[in-house]
Nanobody, 130 residues
Framework: QVRVEESGGGLVQAGGSLSLSCEVS????????????MGWFRQAPGKQREFLAS????????MYGEAVKGRFTISRNNAKNAVYLQMNTLKPEDTAIYYC???????????????????WGQGTPVTVSS
């Protein structure tokens, strides 16, 4: 069983920063996490899920959604089975539930398509006040 767990969400003022973490656990995932691309998505109330960032299995390639390009940075630490999302210059429109996801296949590059990701966390809320 693969478990994906996000942490680090909270309340922050506009212009501030927040860092999200995502840990992947479970016997299978511990063996294969380092071979899976990872992604971050978010969903605000009444809106569709939005792609934010993705990183290849080895961290060599990244991809960002237009809304967060230049403000958010994705990184990973395969030794800790963890992926991170550093969020800077936050805006009220960044308020949403933030989800981490693991690619269903191994050795993949970054992807913006939710269909590529098989394992999802429960999400962590981020609220940006104006």
């Amino acid at each position: 069983q693969v478990r994906v767990e996000e942490s680090g969400g909270g309340l922050v003022q506009a212009g501030g920063s927040l860092s999200l973490s995502c840990e992947v656990s479970g016997r299978t995932s511990e063996r294969t996490f380092q071979f899976r691309a990872m992604g971050w998505f978010r969903q605000a109330p009444g809106k569709q899920r939005e792609f934010l960032a993705s990183i290849s299995w080895n961290g060599a390639s990244t991809m960002y959604g237009e809304a967060v390009k230049g403000r958010f940075t994705i990184s990973r630490n395969n030794a800790k089975n963890a992926v991170y999302l550093q969020m800077n210059t936050l805006k009220p429109e960044d308020t949403a539930i933030y989800y981490c996801a693991a690619d269903g296949s191994t050795w993949g590059g970054p992807s913006s398509s939710p269909r590529e990701y098989e394992y999802w966390g429960q999400g962590t809320p981020v609220t940006v006040s104006s």
